[in-house]
Every structure is written in structure tokens, then in C-alpha cells.
């Protein structure tokens, strides 16, 4: 789960340089998307760990997950429309998966752990 983790940061980090050197269009789409699929591979196997355990907290962190994946295509419609600062709005996204993992994440992982 943790390489899991490091790897979304990785691709919300390399968004974040793609953006800010004059990016093509195309490869802003193109890693989103890979954002967007590594992100819902992650939380497919959060998702069947949570069930496979009876976790108790199940349907709020499968909530918590699709609100992450509709965060990935909101920030990239804003920075392609131009709808505001890129740099915030990369740090919005990096922050926002980043709280997921040491809350949501950190609980479940304790759980697991215990049994």
C-alpha cells in the first residue's frame, strides 16, 4: 500500500512540473489520466482489503475514494479551462490525497494490521 501511496504523489508531483514548464496540452490530458487510473487501481484494492476484513468504515472511505477520483478530473478541467492558478490548484489535489492517507488510510491500515 505504501509504494501504492508514494506512487500517487509521484504522479500529482510530476503533474505539478508538467504544468509549470510550458506543458502541451496532450501530456497534461495524457497524465491525468494516468493519475486518475492509478488512483481507481489503488482504491480497488483498499476497496476489496476493507471488505475481505468486515471494516467498519467501509462505505465512508469508499465515499472518501470517489470524491479523490471526481478531485483528479475537477483540477484538471480547471487547469485546462485556465479557471485558475495550476500550482494551487496541483497543491489542492497533492493535499488532498496526502489527508486521505494519513486519516482514512492510517486507520484502515491499523486495522488490518491487527488481525
Not at 14 to 31: A, P
Not at 36 to 44: E, R, S, W
Amino acid at each position: 500500500m505504501d509504494a501504492e501511496h508514494r506512487e500517487l504523489i509521484e504522479r500529482i508531483n510530476l503533474l505539478s512540473v508538467e504544468l509549470q514548464s510550458g506543458y502541451y496540452q496532450t501530456n497534461v490530458i495524457d497524465q491525468f489520466q494516468e493519475l486518475y487510473t492509478a488512483a481507481a487501481k489503488h482504491f480497488a484494492h483498499e476497496e476489496a482489503l476493507m471488505r475481505l476484513q468486515n471494516y467498519d468504515r467501509y462505505r465512508e472511505h469508499q465515499a472518501d475514494h470517489q470524491h479523490l477520483l471526481d478531485e483528479i478530473n475537477l483540477v484538471m478541467t480547471e487547469c485546462l479551462q485556465g479557471m485558475g492558478n495550476e500550482a494551487v490548484m496541483i497543491e489542492r489535489l497533492h493535499n488532498r490525497f496526502y489527508t486521505h492517507f494519513m486519516t482514512r488510510d492510517a486507520h484502515l491500515h491499523q486495522i488490518i494490521g491487527k488481525t
